[in-house]
């Protein structure tokens, strides 16, 4: 008899808002899918980043993780992804070094270097995002050192990173991303959804 393994399912959520409900709705039913897609054998759920569109509710993404991993019980949750140009890496490290605090070893970093939105709203959500979304291979080398347990001694910390065991996804839809996550050896999730 051979040992035959299970394909690995995951869900790519954006909480959408179907016509007639609300935002709320929209992230009542993202627990709901969780919830199901769990009992189905699903290996991980993540939630995508978009602002400014009023038919995805996904744009406080750490918040939803958070709200999809409570409701859950071993499913992995994740972002597909934090678009890294939107925040500071400090900021993405501590917000996921507490996920991770908290739900230990569910979850997921899919860090993205596109804005999820316009080009007004993206200014809106970081004055230098441009120079960020030009410095991303340093930035997600910044995430990575916030989480690297040697970060103790450095005099910037995030503190529940340090150490926590959240694996870092490049996600991409060209081979930027691809030849970036090659060279800091991270897995690469292509964006096929939207760029077949």
């Not at 690995?8 to 929209?26: N, Q």
């Not at 500071?88 to 917000?95: A, F, G, K, M, T």
């Not at 690297?148 to 930027?176: C, H, Q």
């Amino acid at each position: 008899m051979t040992d035959r393994k299970q394909l690995a399912f995951s869900v790519l959520d954006l909480a959408p808002v179907a016509e007639g409900s609300t935002p709320a709705d929209a992230l009542h039913n993202s627990l709901e899918l969780a919830q199901h897609t769990e009992q189905l054998g699903y290996s991980r759920y993540w939630v995508a980043e978009h602002h400014n569109i009023i038919s995805v509710a996904s744009a406080a993404t750490s918040i939803i993780i958070g709200y999809i991993a409570a409701g859950t019980k071993n499913l992995r949750v994740g972002s597909g992804g934090i678009m890294l140009p939107n925040h500071s890496p400090l900021i993405v490290s501590e917000q996921f070094g507490t996920l991770a605090a908290l739900y230990p070893n569910r979850i997921d970093l899919g860090l993205g270097r596109a804005p999820g939105t316009d080009p007004v709203t993206a200014a809106e959500l970081r004055y230098d995002r441009m120079r960020a979304a030009q410095d991303f291979p340093n930035e997600v080398r910044k995430i990575q050192q916030y989480f690297s347990p040697e970060n103790s001694k450095a005099e910037v910390r995030s503190v529940l990173s340090e150490g926590a065991d959240v694996p870092i996804f490049i996600l991409g839809s060209s081979t930027d991303s691809a030849y970036l996550a090659a060279e800091l050896g991270l897995p690469y999730a292509f964006a096929s959804h939207f760029a077949p």
